[in-house]
């Protein structure tokens, strides 16, 4: 009434304002979905109902006499804690289909997050937790409770979730962490899963460079130099802002998937596309287990997976270069979800409640990251050789022989793509972010895959990230229950860094080449637009 009021009385440019101060305070947080019966999901994975646990939603507090838990290595477990960890899994996947608590329900719980199934009454577009900001408090919760559901089932409140070190490159054989743990590949165990590719059995070196569970060759000494220079470009030189490494902001009622954070495509994205079955027959879909959302918790090494993702988070956090906090944004921190707890009751937490691993009373086992100096001595972070090593004057004439970027352009899977970009003045403030927008997927129920590079306009299509000129990666996953992907979407990632990382802060265009690396067909992806700006995250409240 009082805003109406107003607007009767003011001037046409004033009205104007109010309306679009009014316009902007409907950006809100995601109130505590009601789960089970807001769901309606085309891949059957709603939650069971009739739901007869307590009634109503208890909001989550602190509860001090939780015990502390030590999340640790997978490939280091002791006895002791693999059987129980076997034991563990038996117990979920023997729970009823009516249980919430039981493997398949905990698969479901996500699934239901984030393919097309959780609407609330007068919204568009249903909930996602994937591919923005809330990709990692979401799946902080699930994990949590996922821990404290089996401690219970256990009856062992002494229950750590184990992570698996993906990240982990260390020269050691007694397994070394950046190979699926041993245990999960045993098919008599209760964390082996059927479905998944043959790599993930049989060649030990994780790719996280993979094209979509498509067996590489590459030797163990590569592998560990490669996986510790990706990760070092996908999250400490690619991604030194809040905004980057979290991705997209998303309100309450927003077509989601506006766009990840650097780390949700890359590594995380990608080990779930190397531990999934290419092959996979119908009814299953290509990439079951691991590399879809509406069967990847299925696979008991998800939750190992998604601990560790968990704990680059925090890792990410303490890495002393750049902006690395998190989002100042109450819209933000207000988010509640709900899920279940130990005794299958519904609880809701607040996104603001599980930013600090403390406050939960968790933490992990330290375990050496050379990544974070890109798998060198400390200090010695740039000084790999270029791939593609260019005089000044190479560099002037590359940038005045390349064609400037047009949403005309298509990248396809047999050719690379090449053009510029020109930076904008140079700013005391913030980071430079190259950005991409309006990237469009076709085919949303295939994976998309491409790695950007900078001065590097004849690298090969099955070029690998190892060169310093590597300076990101698009993986989208499978989103098969997704009518299709959201049309604003961007890619974005650090390029002020990187250019220095080469030895190229001096130049005026970058010149940008782009390889499509899907597991052959791959897609025709396009994009409407690509700019560079600076980031001042998290100083600002910062907008898509
Ligand atoms: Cu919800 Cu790793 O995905």
Same mark, same amino acid.
């Given at each position: 009434?009082?805003?109406?009021?107003?607007?009767?009385?003011?001037?046409?440019?004033?009205?104007?304002?109010a309306?679009?101060?009014?316009a902007?305070?409907?950006?809100?947080?995601? !109130?505590?979905?009601?789960?089970?019966?807001?769901?309606?999901?085309?891949?059957?994975?709603?939650?069971?109902?009739?739901?007869?646990?307590?009634?109503?939603i208890?909001?989550?507090?602190?509860?001090?006499?939780?015990? @502390?838990?030590?999340?640790?290595?997978?490939?280091?477990?002791?006895?002791?804690?693999?059987?129980?960890?076997?034991?563990?899994?038996?117990?979920?996947?023997?729970?009823?289909?009516?249980?919430?608590?039981?493997?398949?329900?905990?698969?479901?719980?996500?699934?239901?997050?984030c393919?097309?199934?959780?609407?609330?009454?007068?919204?568009?577009?249903?909930?996602?937790?994937?591919?923005?900001?809330?990709?990692?408090?979401?799946?902080?919760?699930?994990?949590?409770?996922?821990?404290?559901?089996?401690a219970?089932?256990?009856?062992?409140?002494?229950?750590?979730?184990?992570?698996w070190? @993906?990240?982990?490159?260390?020269?050691?054989?007694?397994?070394?962490?950046?190979?699926?743990?041993?245990?999960?590949?045993?098919?008599?165990?209760?964390?082996?899963?059927?479905?998944?590719?043959?790599?993930s059995?049989?060649?030990?070196?994780?790719?996280?460079?993979?094209?979509?569970?498509?067996?590489?060759?590459?030797?163990?000494?590569?592998?560990?130099?490669?996986?510790?220079?990706?990760?070092?470009?996908?999250?400490?030189?690619?991604?030194?802002?809040?905004?980057?490494?979290?991705?997209?902001?998303?309100?309450?009622?927003?077509?989601?998937?506006?766009?990840?954070?650097?780390?949700?495509?890359?590594?995380?994205?990608?080990?779930?596309? @190397?531990v999934?079955?290419?092959?996979?027959?119908?009814?299953?879909?290509?990439?079951?287990?691991?590399?879809?959302?509406?069967?990847?918790?299925f696979?008991?090494?998800?939750?190992?997976h998604?601990?560790?993702?968990?704990?680059?988070?925090?890792?990410?956090?303490?890495?002393?270069?750049?902006?690395?906090?998190?989002?100042?944004?109450?819209?933000?921190?207000?988010?509640?979800?709900?899920?279940?707890?130990?005794?299958?009751?519904?609880?809701?937490?607040?996104?603001?409640q599980?930013?600090?691993?403390?406050?939960?009373?968790?933490?992990?086992?330290?375990?050496?990251?050379?990544?974070?100096?890109?798998?060198?001595?400390?200090?010695?972070?740039?000084?790999?050789?270029?791939?593609?090593?260019?005089?000044?004057?190479?560099?002037?004439?590359?940038?005045?022989?390349?064609?400037?970027?047009?949403?005309?352009l298509?990248?396809t899977?047999?050719?690379a793509?090449?053009?510029?970009?020109?930076? !904008?003045?140079?700013?005391?403030?913030?980071?430079?972010?190259l950005?991409?927008?309006?990237?469009?997927?076709?085919?949303?129920?295939?994976?998309?895959? @491409?790695?950007?590079?900078?001065?590097?306009?004849?690298?090969?299509?099955?070029?690998n990230?190892?060169?310093?000129?590597?300076?990101?990666?698009?993986?989208?996953?499978?989103?098969?229950?997704?009518?299709?992907?959201?049309?604003?979407?961007?890619?974005?990632?650090?390029?002020? !860094?990187?250019?220095?990382?080469?030895?190229?802060?001096?130049?005026?265009?970058?010149?940008?080449?782009?390889?499509?690396?899907?597991?052959?067909p791959?897609?025709?992806?396009?994009?409407?637009k690509?700019?560079?700006?600076?980031?001042?995250?998290?100083?600002?409240?910062y907008?898509?």
């Amino acid at each position: 009434m009082g805003n109406l009021a107003v607007g009767w009385i003011c001037f046409a440019v004033l009205c104007m304002v109010a309306v679009t101060s009014e316009a902007k305070s409907l950006k809100r947080s995601i !109130p505590a979905p009601d789960i089970p019966n807001q769901c309606n999901s085309i891949e059957r994975c709603c939650m069971p109902t009739p739901y007869t646990g307590v009634p109503g939603i208890r909001q989550f507090e602190f509860e001090a006499e939780q015990p @502390w838990r030590v999340r640790r290595p997978a490939h280091r477990l002791s006895k002791f804690e693999l059987d129980r960890l076997e034991r563990a899994y038996a117990l979920l996947r023997a729970l009823p289909d009516s249980d919430p608590r039981s493997l398949w329900n905990q698969k479901n719980l996500h699934c239901l997050y984030c393919d097309n199934a959780l609407y609330y009454p007068g919204q568009k577009y249903p909930l996602e937790i994937h591919n923005g900001w809330y990709f990692l408090p979401w799946h902080r919760m699930f994990m949590y409770w996922h821990e404290r559901i089996i401690a219970k089932v256990l009856n062992d409140s002494t229950f750590a979730l184990p992570f698996w070190a @993906w990240d982990n490159q260390q020269d050691v054989t007694d397994p070394p962490g950046n190979v699926i743990p041993p245990q999960y590949t045993n098919p008599n165990s209760s964390l082996y899963d059927p479905i998944r590719n043959n790599c993930s059995q049989a060649n030990p070196y994780i790719d996280l460079d993979t094209r979509g569970g498509v067996c590489s060759n590459k030797t163990a000494s590569y592998m560990r130099t490669q996986n510790n220079r990706l990760i070092y470009s996908q999250i400490v030189v690619g991604a030194p802002t809040t905004s980057l490494f979290y991705g997209m902001p998303y309100y309450f009622g927003d077509w989601g998937g506006a766009g990840p954070g650097t780390f949700e495509d890359q590594p995380h994205g990608t080990v779930h596309a @190397w531990v999934g079955d290419p092959y996979a027959k119908p009814p299953l879909k290509t990439l079951d287990d691991m590399g879809n959302f509406g069967r990847a918790a299925f696979d008991p090494i998800f939750y190992a997976h998604h601990a560790n993702v968990d704990r680059v988070w925090y890792l990410w956090n303490h890495i002393p270069s750049g902006a690395r906090s998190f989002p100042q944004n109450p819209i933000f921190n207000n988010t509640q979800f709900t899920l279940y707890d130990e005794n299958a009751n519904l609880v809701k937490m607040n996104v603001s409640q599980v930013l600090d691993s403390n406050l939960l009373r968790y933490r992990y086992e330290y375990l050496p990251t050379p990544w974070v100096t890109n798998g060198v001595e400390p200090g010695k972070e740039n000084s790999i050789p270029l791939c593609n090593p260019l005089s000044k004057r190479s560099v002037t004439s590359l940038i005045a022989t390349t064609g400037k970027f047009s949403s005309k352009l298509v990248l396809t899977d047999t050719a690379a793509l090449t053009f510029k970009v020109r930076r !904008p003045k140079k700013s005391s403030r913030g980071t430079e972010v190259l950005q991409l927008s309006g990237l469009r997927i076709p085919n949303n129920t295939a994976q998309a895959h @491409w790695k950007a590079y900078l001065f590097y306009p004849g690298v090969a299509v099955t070029a690998n990230a190892a060169c310093p000129e590597y300076a990101g990666t698009l993986n989208f996953l499978p989103h098969v229950g997704q009518a299709t992907t959201n049309p604003k979407r961007a890619w974005r990632v650090a390029i002020g !860094p990187k250019l220095e990382q080469i030895g190229k802060s001096y130049v005026k265009d970058i010149v940008i080449t782009m390889v499509q690396t899907t597991k052959p067909p791959g897609q025709n992806l396009t994009f409407t637009k690509a700019q560079i700006y600076y980031d001042l995250s998290p100083h600002v409240t910062y907008d898509a």
